[in-house]
């Protein structure tokens, strides 16, 4: 029986290692693609030119907090090898290049996006019955 204890609690412990790595990982995905930087990206599209409104907003959000949940899942839903590879091409110039590039081509598609979400929402049954 105490060396069935004693095998549970090594899985164990090596099961929190596994773990708090992940969180490792997700923490330092976030340091090169900080959620501070996606949300101001974010507003900056829905109110161009507002710097002070932008500021405002962010200014008012709890990163940490947001930081923290985003550690957890990120940890969760991603394996140590992903969370490596997206934190390689993100360090890479074309990583930067492509993050800096990224919001412009979902700001340039999200008009037809929309669009394309209210037809299909006015076809479905389900919706129009709201």
């Known amino acids: 029986m105490k060396r069935i204890m004693f095998a549970l609690a090594i899985v164990a412990i090596m099961a929190t290692s596994a ?3 992940d969180k490792k990982l ?3 995905y976030l340091e ?3 959620m501070r930087m996606v949300v101001d990206a974010t507003l900056q599209k829905l109110f161009p030119g507002d710097e002070q409104r932008v500021a405002g907003i962010v200014g008012r959000m709890d990163f940490s907090g947001i930081n ?3 550690i957890e ?3 969760k839903n991603f394996s140590d090898r992903e969370l490596k590879a ?3 091409y993100h360090s890479s110039p074309e990583g930067k290049s492509f993050s800096r590039k990224m919001p412009l081509v979902v700001d340039s598609v999200a008009p037809m996006l929309q669009d394309e979400l209210q037809k299909a929402l006015a076809a479905d049954p389900v919706f129009q019955k709201r």
């Open 19 to 21: 773990f708090a790595a």
């Open 73 to 75: 899942k990120m940890a």
């Open 68 to 70: 923290r949940v985003m």
């Open 86 to 88: 997206a934190i390689a």
């Open 32 to 34: 090169i693609v900080p």
């Open 26 to 28: 997700a923490a330092k």
